[in-house]
């Protein structure tokens, strides 16, 4: 029979070691921790960077952290912390939408251009990145379930305007088989398609090529 959740072993008054500490934040937050998650448990930056020298705790990159030898941490979770502000696209939503048999091997995300920098130095994930710019980024973005993880991505219609976009950067079977896709896709919404089309400037182009299809 269950008594109560009371720790025995620690008198009133005393503090909790600072391993427990951590590991109590990591049972709190999920697997990856920030700076400040340690922080509002009461550990200081010290106390962050010896547990780190003593291998309680594993940098993954500045301020963000994992209990050592933890090889479950998904790219899917990898994404959702470390980069926040990015969205899924281009070929990496192609294949989220089954317009591609093709598993890329590095993930497409659509940053802003100010994050330039940041994405240079990402070592953790393999990325393919576009830089938007600002007035676009926000377009036909909404979130999509990744394995278990809620990801941002664009939608179809804004997929497939990237297609035209980054034309230069798919490969023609790529291309065409997503377009002929999008086409027998019950779900396609082409007032969105045009919409977006018009915002990104190749409405024309797309057009040419779309008509065809749809009218075929």
């Not at 025995?8 to 937050?29: M, R, W």
């Not at 705790?57 to 050592?68: K, T």
């Not at 294949?95 to 890329?104: L, R």
């Not at 977006?196 to 779309?210: C, F, G, P, Q």
Request: glycine share 6%.
């Amino acid at each position: 029979m269950r008594t109560n959740s009371v720790n025995c072993t620690q008198k009133v008054g005393e503090s909790l070691p600072k391993e427990k500490i951590a590991k109590n934040v990591f049972e709190n937050v999920g697997e990856i921790a920030k700076t400040s998650d340690f922080k509002n448990a009461g550990l200081t930056n010290y106390d962050v960077a010896k547990l780190c020298k003593d291998g309680i705790i594993e940098r993954i990159r500045n301020g963000f952290y994992q209990l050592p030898d933890n090889y479950n941490i998904s790219e899917e979770q990898l994404l959702a912390t470390l980069l926040p502000y990015g969205t899924v696209c281009v070929e990496s939503a192609l294949f989220y939408y089954g317009y591609s048999d093709f598993a890329p091997r590095e993930w497409s995300i659509a940053v802003p251009r100010t994050y330039r920098n940041q994405i240079s130095n990402m070592q953790e994930i393999p990325i393919k990145a576009y830089y938007i710019q600002k007035n676009i980024i926000e377009l036909g973005k909404t979130t999509g379930d990744f394995n278990g993880v809620t990801l941002p991505v664009y939608d179809r219609e804004r997929t497939i305007c990237d297609c035209f976009k980054y034309r230069s950067k798919i490969d023609n079977e790529m291309f065409n088989k997503a377009l002929n896709a999008y086409v027998k896709d019950e779900k396609k919404n082409l007032t969105n398609l045009s919409k977006y089309a018009k915002e990104m400037r190749v409405y024309v182009k797309m057009m040419d090529v779309m008509e065809v299809l749809l009218n075929g």
